[in-house]
């Protein structure tokens, strides 16, 4: 039998539970405060603990520690600070990519215009820059142009151009008034480059109440048809040879281009292989080419192909120290110079412009070579030029027109 004193009731819990305290420990220990004296581990234990904060290891372990200045809870590592960094750096780049490309063409254009241009050292700044005829995407449409410019055949008065960069600006040829046009009517020939793959803008070609010399590009998708083309509708064809560009190797003037660095008989063969995809061509004419026809040497080789077919060199200017007249009169192949360029402004009433320009030139000197390319603007230009020219000037081929020697 039981005869001790009955347990207690258990006690029923309500509220908040109670909070266990430890029990003071038997053995008092000594601790150093910051100025090294003890004290006793009662006194420092009536110190309230901040709640949550776990007791000091310094207590767990009975020895003395210095207290240190306060510290965050969680200290960023330096690493991971420039990791961070780097990861918000790199993603707001992409984000401020992603934002450029959605941007519309015309506030792309506009954002560049706005930017302060870098500055080159003397090493790195080129002597001359000449203009250079770019292969265009989809040259044959119009392309979307700023308020004011011509769209779709539209034509509104136009905004005042900016000045024109080195890149576009050709240098203009000087006047070279041949004696065989004494007692005749100006005349006037306009070519238009880059033709081999817009078949369509061709044929609109074609059209007009004139006669247009078309530069053919070898190598095309549809060189061999355009060609054919054009000389049944008795057009006027030429070879657009590619050549080497001052912007070379940034910009690529495209298959069957003569650099030079190859050896004349490369340079012959090459041109021989372009020439026989276009068998009905009068002659040739450079597409770039600021750095070939400045090359004497390179001239020479295609000159030579030239006599032996008995066919004419037109020179674009793309160059304004170009080696390919005194190639070819040494060669004695016929010579023809540009005199303008229309569309280096992709802007219908600017393109009519250029052609009163030619129209003068003509009037002064007897004649005037035009070159254009195959955009919307430069084809509704001619047929507003059709209807208002001058009629003095007579719009003839190249082969009527003849050659400067």
Do not use: C
Not at 25 to 36: P, Q
Not at 137 to 152: D, K, L, W
Request: net charge neutral; no cysteine.
């Amino acid at each position: 039998m039981f005869f001790g004193p009955f347990p207690p009731p258990p006690i029923e819990r309500t509220g908040t539970p109670a909070v266990k305290t430890a029990a003071p420990k038997s053995v008092v220990e000594k601790k150093k405060t910051a100025g090294g004296k003890p004290v006793p581990q009662g006194q420092a234990q009536s110190q309230p603990q901040p709640q949550g904060q776990p007791q000091a290891q310094s207590q767990a372990q009975g020895q003395a520690q210095p207290q240190a200045p306060a510290q965050p809870l969680v200290q960023p590592q330096p690493q991971e600070d420039a990791l961070t960094l780097a990861r918000a750096l790199s993603k707001a780049k992409a984000q401020a990519q992603t934002q450029a490309q959605n941007q519309p063409p015309a506030q792309q254009e506009q954002q560049q215009q706005q930017q302060p241009p870098q500055q080159q050292s003397p090493q790195q700044q080129p002597s001359a820059v000449h203009y250079e005829e770019h292969l265009p995407p989809q040259a044959g449409q119009p392309e979307q142009s700023p308020p004011g410019h011509a769209i779709r055949g539209k034509v509104e008065p136009p905004a005042q151009p900016a000045a024109p960069s080195a890149e576009s600006a050709p240098p203009e040829p000087q006047a070279h008034p041949v004696a065989g046009d004494a007692g005749k009517n100006p005349r006037m020939v306009v070519v238009i480059d880059d033709i081999g793959d817009h078949p369509v803008m061709a044929k609109n070609l074609t059209e007009l109440p004139f006669p247009v010399t078309l530069a053919i590009l070898p190598n095309r998708p549809r060189t061999r048809s355009v060609e054919a083309m054009a000389t049944e509708q008795g057009l006027e064809i030429i070879l657009h040879q590619p050549m080497q560009p001052g912007s070379y190797p940034r910009v690529n003037p495209g298959p069957g281009a003569v650099f030079i660095d190859m050896d004349p008989e490369r340079v012959k063969s090459l041109l021989a292989d372009n020439l026989a995809q276009v068998p009905h061509v009068k002659g040739i004419n450079n597409h770039m080419g600021s750095t070939f026809t400045s090359n004497p040497e390179g001239m020479a080789a295609v000159m030579s192909v030239l006599k032996e077919k008995g066919l004419f060199f037109l020179d674009s200017v793309t160059s304004a120290t170009s080696a390919a007249p005194e190639a070819a009169r040494k060669a004695g192949v016929p010579f023809y110079r540009r005199a303008v360029f229309l569309d280096n402004v992709r802007n219908v009433r600017t393109i009519l412009g250029q052609l009163k320009t030619a129209e003068r030139n003509a009037v002064k000197n007897g004649r005037a070579i035009a070159i254009g390319h195959p955009y919307g603007e430069t084809l509704e230009a001619l047929k507003l030029w059709a209807k208002e020219r001058d009629s003095r000037v007579d719009v003839v081929t190249l082969t009527e027109l003849g050659p400067e020697f």
